[in-house]
């Protein structure tokens, strides 16, 4: 049962919508039904700070609601192509310009950490350069003159996560009750995913284990890049990291820097992302512009690793097979991929599904990313998931999440980003890499591997308490050993060759 804080706090925050007219705002009149319109403007009546474009007006709603408010005008500020550029924009100070707390509070609370004083550890220790929801980030020198960036939790920000988290379940409680169309979208596993998430960040020194897998994966490749862990600068509530290299993608002139190669850059972007899921199965879950960094002629650096996404072997195999159906325009291999994954209930028809992602996946293909309306999209998409049953998969939604940011993201480096096209290098590598015959045969060979001890386990002679020279018993005889053998190579073949 939610606490009585949790309701109030929920009631507060509708309450602060509806002040800053930011609920059913006025501009949107003319999409409303008439009984929307009608509540819309009886909200109305009770808004007092009515300033400000629809996006600023939220932007100052969500700041005041806490971290996990802010951090949904964070994914919402990467989608101008589906929201408006200025809406995006208005919200995009919640990525990293938010208010700081004072330096001389976080030189305290580093200290405290780190277990000696300030200067034992950097000779210069600067003011806030940015200041997120959850904590903020300063400009320092090591020992060894070295420019670091030191991240900083805010004071008492686990107390407030907490209550945000209780709001939180408490309005997806309530979804779950009374709104019985969104229940496929599963409210409470997705707020369950949305909160742990957010409880691992307030842990600074998994960021620092998350950074640091992070960097040796994206070595491999060369997409992306890590500014490296200073290990000797992190506690549970400091990270200290080397300097990002150029600019974020946050300051509007990052995209203006002389030689830069947007194209490249927004190409790396993709790849980068569908490389770390794909080959590697762990990937950043948090990539909007505030935490991206830019250099001529297109280096890419990402920071902030406080959420990171993992897919297993079989989540990484559907989510190729689709990329790769899709790039192939096979939607009919889509459609059974995602009834083969359980996407979609059993009882729906596989070639009605393949009709209508081919509706989808037509109109878009090939076409750069300024001639096509996100927002018509996905629209469609959520009308097809609803037709054919679809639940949200709680275990895809860091996945989810950040293939809408990265898409937003690319978008704005570069307005004729084609998705497919940067796609398609990092989907055909993996699938001549996993499901060639090759690889089917090594796959092969491992469950052939494991079906063998299995059996051999079986055939082990039964434990019998016997008197003297009494022959044993329990072996399996030859003949049953081998036609065991024989069946199960038959099944895996069979299996293989299907």
Known sequence: MASGGAYLRLIGAGWTLVRNDALLPRELDAFYSSSVRLMG??????????????GERLARSLEGMGPVAIKLGQLLSTRGDIFGRAFAEDLGHLKDRLPP???????????????????????????PVAAASLAQAHDALLLDGRRVAVKVLRPGIERRVAADSAVLMLAARLVERWAPAARRLEP????????????????????????????????????????????????KRVLTMEWAAGMPLSDAAALEQPGLDRKTLADNLTRAFLAQALDHGVFHADLHEGNLFAAAPAVLQAVDYGIIGRLGPTERRYLAEILWGFLQRDYERVAQVHFD???????????????????????VFGRFANAVAMSRVLTQLFEITALFEMRLRPELVLLQKTMMTVEGVARRIDPQ??????????????????????????????????????IARLAQPAPVVVATETPRRGSAPLWFT?????????????????
Do not use: C
């Open 417 to 454: 980003h084609d998705i497919w096209a940067a796609s398609e290098p990092v989907v055909r590598r993996w699938i001549a890499r996993e499901l060639s015959p090759v690889s089917r045969v090594r796959q092969l060979a491992g469950e052939a591997e494991r079906a063998l001890r299995n």
């Open 188 to 235: 409470l596993k997705f707020a369950t995913t949305v909160i742990r998430a957010t409880e691992l960040e307030l842990d600074l020194r998994l960021e620092a284990a998350g950074a640091d897998e992070l960097t040796e994966v994206m070595a491999r490749d060369g997409y992306m890049a890590a500014p490296r862990v200073v290990w000797d600068g992190v506690g």
């Open 101 to 127: 707390f004072p330096t001389t509070i976080a030189r305290a609370q580093v200290a405290q950490e780190l277990g000696r004083p300030v200067e034992e550890v950097f000779t210069a220790f600067g003011e």
């Open 341 to 363: 994954a359980g996407y979609v209930p059993a009882h729906h028809s596989v070639a009605a599904f393949a009709q209508a992602l081919r509706a989808v996946g037509e109109p």
């Open 482 to 498: 081998l036609g065991v053998l024989a069946a199960a190579a038959a099944f895996l073949l069979g299996t293989w060759w299907r």
């Open 41 to 54: 403007r009886a909200l109305r009546l009770f808004a007092s700070r009515r300033g400000g474009r629809p």
